[in-house]
């Protein structure tokens, strides 16, 4: 009887730990919406080759399409982990073998959000002499093809049992030999385009196949991007790959497929700026680009709409609640970085000083005395909006607003002793709020003492 209670207990206790566990934790692993897990899989275009060797004949790879689907998702305020499976000179025998490996599907594919796949040039390739541009001796493109077709059927099959839930895309083909293929004879020309036709036939089927199922699968084409500026997308003649900004003209064609909405986080951020804010004083200033509407917070927490504020205006902002910047009191305006933008101090140019783009080229020299808005800063550098920016250095001063004394004032130094008294009707710089203390600069502090002083946010 005691070993039965004992176990019972055991078994409640159990039962009792699994229901405190969060089911999103249970779901995939994580409780973060905007968490995606990206697999890239395929040939040589999946792994990034450029279309030069290196000094001993071998193949250099840079950023790829993936790095630039990576970018986008990041931008887009996801937390990206990617899996790079591109292999150059893969076939689709080859990825087959590698999606129907148990440890494979186990370690790459079970948790994977978005996969994306380039496959069957190679098939096709390694039965072309690419030298002459002509099909080697005993090579049957329609074998080759329908072998490509139900390799690729199967690879799609095994990645949906394993995981049904995972977005897949899969990337047609663009004409790899457009600078070589208008020197040759019109024959040879219309072969080259047939087979590329095919090939992307090919893949189109098996994807259709697949999309008609339900299963979330989707081509994406990149002949007309690429054939839109093939000298600069394919740029060597002697090579099929792409360049860095060929690989970025693939990567948004298949942005564009995807369609991620720009993940909205629980609240928004504003840079170097810790919120909630631990005084009442203003953090920033947000800029109308376009006309805004200003909503009210009612008792019940419902926003609705108060009046509209001008496109140019410039409105202090006290924190932020959700996807909502607070402009004073129960008053809120929705995050929409089309609309507005929020900027946090100034720096102002003590000495003349360059003012970089965002290739890290000169654009002009600010002038002494020029005043700056600041939206984020770093120790190397304040960024001053549409990519440029200035190095944070002796030649320039950030400062996030004035004090203008109402009455004398007593001046602390870093120990928090009187250092001086400063006197009624003078401004000083502000660098930084921090409860009741105002940062001077230098260490030196004055008390927040609205009787005494007033905060004039820039």
């Known amino acids: 009887m005691n070993k039965n209670r004992k176990l019972l207990t055991v078994l409640t206790m159990l039962i009792v730990m699994m229901l405190l566990v969060p089911v999103t934790a249970l779901a995939n ?21 450029t279309p030069y060797k290196d000094p001993n004949g071998m193949p250099q ?35 087959k073998a590698m999606v129907i490996d148990p440890n494979f599907q186990e370690t790459v594919i079970k948790d994977a959000d978005i996969i994306t796949i380039t496959i069957g040039a190679n098939d096709i390739l390694r039965a072309l002499d690419i030298s002459t541009f002509q099909l080697k001796e005993g090579a049957n493109p329609t074998i080759i093809l ?29 004409n790899p030999f457009a600078q070589a293929i208008s020197q040759l004879p019109t024959d040879k020309q219309q072969m080259l385009l047939s087979l590329l036709q095919n090939l992307n036939q090919s893949i189109q089927g098996s994807v259709a196949l697949h999309a008609g199922a339900g299963q979330n699968v989707t081509f994406v084409p990149t002949s007309d991007v690429i054939n839109a500026n093939p000298f600069s997308f394919v740029p060597n003649p002697a090579d099929i790959h792409l360049s860095v900004d060929g690989y970025q003209a ?37 800029y109308a680009r376009q006309e805004l509407e200003l909503l009210k917070k009612d008792s019940d927490g419902q926003f609705t ?13 006290y924190g932020t609640e959700g996807m909502y910047y607070n402009v004073g009191g129960s008053y809120y305006v929705k995050h929409d970085e089309k609309l507005l933008s929020i900027y946090i101090g100034k720096v102002l140019v003590k000495e003349n000083t ?24 770093d120790n190397e550098k304040y960024e001053v909006g549409g990519g440029y920016y200035v190095k944070n250095n002796s030649k320039v001063t950030y400062f ?14 870093a120990n928090g002793q009187k250092h001086s008294v400063l006197k009624k009707g003078n401004l000083y710089f502000v660098k930084h709020i921090d409860g009741e203390n105002i940062d001077l600069g230098g260490g030196y502090t004055v008390k927040d003492d609205k009787s005494k002083l007033s905060f004039i946010k820039n």
């Open 29 to 49: 692993g994580t409780s973060k919406q905007n968490v995606i897990q990206y697999v890239s899989l395929g040939d040589s275009l999946a792994a990034g080759q």
């Open 305 to 317: 709409f108060y009046k509209s504020l001008e496109k140019g205006g410039s409105y202090h902002v």
């Open 354 to 377: 360059p003012l970089y783009d965002k290739n890290g080229h000169v654009s002009r020299t600010l002038k002494k005395g020029e005043a700056i808005k600041v939206y984020s800063y």
């Open 146 to 174: 329908g072998n490509l077709h139900t390799n690729l059927n199967t690879i799609l099959d095994e990645i949906k049992k394993e995981n049904s839930d995972v977005k897949v895309y899969v990337m047609g083909y663009y």
């Open 250 to 286: 693939v990567g948004k064609e298949f942005w564009k497929v995807m369609n991620l909405p720009k993940f909205e986080s629980d609240s928004i951020k504003i840079p170097n700026i810790e919120l909630p804010a631990n005084h009442n004083n203003p953090i920033a200033r947000l």
């Open 400 to 413: 996030t607003g004035y004090v203008k004394l109402k009455e004398d004032a007593v001046l602390y130094n």
């Open 61 to 95: 790879y840079d950023q790829g399409y993936v790095d630039t689907i990576a970018g986008l998702m990041t931008s887009h305020n996801y937390e990206v982990t990617i899996t790079k499976k591109g292999k150059s000179g893969l076939v689709s025998d080859e990825l």
